[in-house]
């Protein structure tokens, strides 16, 4: 759990690095792939399903 949060939080800075210097390639995406897997498997993940969830439902009352 450690590793993954550690790892989580590592990939989410070079996320934001890589938005701020508008670097849009093959790198950034693989960066933001991973970033998105090591976020799954994190405690915060079912928060940020329930989340997505909610948004989805009020996108769908529009």
Not at 19 to 38: D, E, K, M, N
């Amino acid at each position: 759990m450690i590793v993954s949060v550690s790892t989580a939080l590592l990939l989410a800075v070079a996320v934001v690095v890589l938005l701020r210097q508008r670097a849009v390639g093959t790198g950034s995406a693989l960066t933001c792939g991973a970033f998105g897997f090591c976020l799954a498997s994190t405690g915060i993940a079912p928060a940020i399903t329930e989340l997505l969830h909610a948004l989805a439902g009020l996108v769908s009352l529009h």
